[in-house]
């Protein structure tokens, strides 16, 4: 089967950094999305791993263990904009299809 | 703006009824997504479609169905609608359709079974 986990809450202050943390157990493996929501509103593409190591892309990096089944999120430099659900997804499935398979998300909460 | 658009983006029905969701992807992109999303569950896959041609499927219930144009637009059609059908239902496309490629949503269309 597929599982992916994710905190359900976390809760950080502004100008601070976060880490959200992913783990998956997948059939086979692809690369791992990560994807910001604001609540009602479209998921946003953040980043993509497919490779181990980090990715940074400004404010937000991605970090990725293929051995570890094991992916975090950084947000740095913490605003308030930043308040959303966030989204880990692995796509799986080898052959022609990027189906996504997509954890319950992290809803994070800056505060002030 | 992602690129990939959704109409309509409300839809208030009965049960019973069936409604169709359109979706055009984003300009070059050829192959079509559809994810449901309820409140108490995440995004749920439910069919993919490159040029035309259906490339995967999910778990989407066989009162539901799908068809991707010769224009690349895609519809997702809903009948025998059930109040458990409430939910966020996203299009998403990419390039080709193949793992790896980025999958970029559309605004979603808000459905509600009265």
């Known amino acids: 089967g597929q599982n992916i986990d994710q905190p359900t809450e976390m809760t950080a202050t502004e100008g601070a950094i976060v880490q959200i943390n992913c783990t998956y157990q997948?059939?086979?493996?692809?690369?791992l999305f990560w994807y910001q929501q604001h609540a009602g509103e479209a998921p946003t593409f953040l980043s993509y791993?497919?490779?181990?190591g980090l990715e940074e892309k400004g404010r937000f990096s991605s970090f990725l263990s293929r051995s570890k089944g094991y992916s975090y999120l950084l947000l740095k430099e913490l605003q308030m904009k930043d308040s959303a659900s966030y989204l880990c997804a692995v796509s799986p499935y080898g052959g022609a299809t990027n189906k996504l398979i997509f954890g319950t998300g992290t809803l994070l909460a800056v505060q002030p | 703006d992602s690129g990939v658009t959704q109409t309509p983006k409300h839809l208030i029905t009965a049960t019973g009824q069936r409604v169709t969701l359109r979706c055009s992807p984003r300009s070059g992109d050829l192959s079509v997504y559809w994810y449901q999303q309820s409140l108490d569950q995440g995004l749920q896959f439910l069919i993919q479609?490159?040029?035309?041609?259906?490339?995967a499927k999910g778990n989407i219930l066989e009162r539901f169905s799908a068809q991707q144009f010769p224009d690349l637009h895609s519809e997702l059609n809903l009948s025998s609608l059930e109040l458990g059908d409430s939910a966020l239902y996203f299009c998403a496309s990419s390039g080709t359709g193949g793992p790896g490629n980025t999958i970029y949503f559309g605004e979603g269309s808000w459905l509600t079974v009265v």
């Open positions: 479609y490159y040029n035309g041609e259906e490339r």
């Open positions: 997948t059939s086979g493996f692809n690369g």
């Open positions: 791993n497919v490779l181990d």
